[in-house]
């Protein structure tokens, strides 16, 4: 028998308590980030240690910082500083003139998205509702008793366009974000209470940057798996191979972000149900379309939870709802879930602090324009936005389809629609849009794309969109080299960048820009 010297022993035993701690940490990076991207990562990083390469990291920063200050500073007019020392006179006129100058850009019919509204008249109603409930706040239902109510029937309300039984349940959070936090909050204790100590959620690549930051935030690994990239829908069977004992739920989209696309829910929920983990739908997008496409005569595939599986679901009111900004819902399916996203501190010196959602106090002014904005447009008024938008964003897809040089990405079902050319830059295309008729047009990548949202505040300038795309694409066809537009230069410096932690370090400059007085 071979006899080992005790150093010998003790370095072997190190090595092993070092690869036990290392290959667990390794496979997971692997499983989440993928071999190429770490060795991209790794490499990248070491390159940035030489001169060279480092003035160019240099070189790309100041230029992306130099281009995001002129985008936001440039617009300021007479910054202030210091908290005058008697008050403003005149804080209505300058409120006025800010108010009046971007009203030409909320209500021109030519921003992608951003803007929902369903017309002046629901717009003055909301207005109206809104002014006898500015200081609300809903942490104190004993003193806003009627904010409480207005809250608890948007979720009821919601709940039953969504078809959920008696048991389905909700909270009010204050947009697409909070409600997907929350989400993944709920589903990472459920995991705790059944031993998962490090919970998996599987998405689809497409998924909302919302679902990175609730990853983030609640340290949970999110398994991304790429979407077809003909259909730009996520494949039930590639979710099925990354299923592990740590998973603990998918999520997909209805609509995506990106390209409009809705995943198949129908198969994803079976998946869901017979793998017994937890399936949330993030109808945030097309959370007040889905529910009217039928009767406004677009039939379409369930999304709601008569499908198998479905837990939860999050839907913006302040997107195609048409309330004020800052109103989502988000719907369990039973109580006992819905608990798993609230936060509670018995033991606190200042009283019993137990709140459904992330913030403490909040404004109930938004709660009182939502729910009076709901119940004057009424299940007719929504049927009747919904037929004006989605004829809008099929004529705009038919009529794209006819111009050379462009194209639809995919089938959208909904009102989301994403551009891309084989032979142009987009992104320039896109640049050019804006500067021919004043668009303002979302700009995706992983591919490269422009993508539209047809609202029912810029239904009727879809003509409008279709001719000056069409002189758009000739002018790129014309000048190839159309990329030095800002917006194309950008992106092109984006899809150079191999390592995107360069990029993610490199773009939080757009963050320091919006608090740059």
């Known amino acids: 028998m071979v006899a080992y010297s005790p150093f010998r022993v003790a370095a072997f035993t190190i090595l092993v308590m070092i690869l036990v701690q290392k290959i667990p940490r390794l496979w997971k990076l692997l499983r989440t980030k993928g071999f190429k991207s770490i060795l991209i990562h790794k490499f990248s990083r070491l390159l940035l240690k030489f001169s060279y390469f480092h003035n160019q990291y240099i070189k790309k920063d100041r230029y992306v910082k130099e281009s995001l200050q002129h985008m936001f500073l440039s617009t300021r007019e007479d910054p202030i500083h210091v908290l005058p020392e008697n008050g403003i006179k005149n804080v ?11 009203m030409k850009f909320q209500y021109g019919g030519r921003i992608s ?11 003055q109603i909301a207005i109206n509702a809104m002014k006898y409930y500015t200081f609300a706040n809903p942490l104190h239902p004993d003193v ?35 409600s997907l936090l929350l989400a993944v909050l709920a589903y990472r204790e459920w995991g705790k209470l059944r031993g998962i100590d490090e919970p998996e959620i599987i998405a689809p690549d497409t998924i909302h940057a919302a679902v990175d930051k609730a990853a983030y935030y609640f340290g949970v690994t999110l398994i991304k798996v790429k979407v077809d990239q003909t259909t730009r829908k996520v494949s039930p069977r590639e979710v099925r191979k990354k299923i592990s004992s740590s998973t603990v739920a998918i999520i997909a989209s209805a609509p995506n972000f990106p390209n409009g696309m809705i995943d198949p829910l129908e198969e994803l929920g079976n998946l869901a149900q017979i793998s017994n983990i937890n399936f949330h739908i993030d109808a945030c997008l097309g ?70 959602t992330m913030s403490g106090s909040r404004p109930g002014v938004l709660s009182a324009g939502s729910w009076a904005v709901l119940m004057s447009l009424g299940k007719k008024g929504y049927i009747e936005i919904t037929r004006t938008v989605i004829k809008a964003a099929r004529f705009i897809v038919e009529e ?3 111009i050379e040089n462009i194209k639809v990405v995919g089938e959208p079902e909904l009102s989301v629609l994403c551009f891309d050319s084989d032979s142009l830059n987009i992104h320039a295309i896109g640049n050019a849009m804006t500067k021919i008729g004043g668009w303002g ?12 949202h047809v609202t029912f505040a810029n239904a009727h300038t879809a003509e409008s ?45 757009f963050a320091d820009c919006l608090f740059t007085a």
């Open 400 to 402: 794209v389809s006819k």
């Open 441 to 452: 047009i979302s700009h995706v990548q992983n591919p490269n794309g422009i993508h539209y």
């Open 113 to 123: 998205g951003s803007v929902y509204h369903g017309g002046e008249e629901i717009n």
């Open 287 to 356: 959370g007040f379309l889905l529910p009217f496409m039928e009767d406004a005569g677009f039939p379409i595939e369930k999304a709601d939870f008569r499908l198998n599986g479905v837990t939860s679901i999050s839907c913006d009111l302040h997107k195609y709802g048409c309330t004020p900004k800052g109103v989502s819902v988000l719907m369990f399916s039973t109580p006992e879930l819905r608990r798993l996203a609230y936060f509670c501190s018995p033991e606190w010196t200042g009283g019993l602090y137990v709140t459904p």
């Open 92 to 102: 209505m006129q300058k409120i006025e003139h800010w108010a009046k100058r971007d």
């Open 465 to 509: 969109f279709v001719e000056d795309l069409r002189k758009a694409v000739m002018e790129v066809e014309i000048d190839p080299e159309a990329e030095h537009y800002e917006t194309a230069a950008l992106y092109g410096m984006v899809a150079e960048t191999q390592d995107k932690s360069i990029v993610g370090d490199i773009s939080k400059h």
């Open 144 to 178: 806003f008793p009627s904010v409480r109510q207005m809250e608890s029937e948007l979720v009821q309300v919601t709940i039953n366009l969504y078809h959920g039984s008696n048991q389905s349940c909700g909270v009010l959070t204050s947009g697409g974000t909070e």
